[in-house]
């Protein structure tokens, strides 16, 4: 079994907890709040990440960051990306190749390292927010493709791809 699904170490409660999407009121969980959960277990499994929470609501309407941690320093807040490869770009009807996809994810994580800085709950500047891409959509054949070209997004216009953390590369 991936080391995604394995959660023996989190109680179902947490896994809850951490898998509810912030941005709809109520308890709801959608494949990507859960995607999201399975990504920041995972993480914490591997002490990539302390005590990840999710944001209260009105916090996630104006910080749009996935979960907040305890650390390791700097991070204080986290957020995940799914990306997926050409089959399911295909599936979905895409016309977009999973370069330029890996690309695009590349530059929106530098975007977001700076969008919330400053922000009520947000975190106190770019350096403290980490992003967790989780390759396990992605084949195996095109996981080296994807990560390059998430990194090289990230680095274009003078950004970094400082606090990218990967998961699932093999």
């Keep these: 079994m991936p080391k995604r699904f394995d959660t023996n170490k989190c109680s179902a409660q947490n896994f809850k907890e951490l898998a509810v999407d912030p941005r709809r009121s109520g308890t709801h969980y ?31 309407k104006s910080v749009d960051l996935d979960y907040e941690v305890q650390g390791p320093a700097p991070f204080t807040h986290i957020d995940v990306k799914n990306p997926v490869g050409s089959e ?10 999973v370069e330029d996809m890996a690309y695009k994810i590349g530059k929106e ?7 919330f800085v400053g922000l009520k709950d947000g975190p106190a500047s770019a350096e403290n927010v980490g992003h967790i891409v989780d390759l396990c959509y992605v084949p195996v054949n095109e996981k080296a493709i994807v990560r390059q070209n998430i990194l090289e997004g990230a ?13 699932n590369e093999k």
């Design 30 to 60: 959608t494949r990507t709040s859960i995607d999201e959960a399975r990504a920041i277990v995972q993480a914490k499994l591997e002490n990539l990440v302390i005590e990840p929470t999710r944001p209260n609501p009105l916090t996630s």
């Design 88 to 97: 399911i770009l295909a599936k979905q009807g895409q016309n977009i190749t």
């Design 109 to 115: 994580i530098v975007n977001q390292k700076e969008r």
């Design 155 to 167: 680095r274009s216009n003078k950004g970094s791809d400082a606090g990218i953390i990967f998961l």
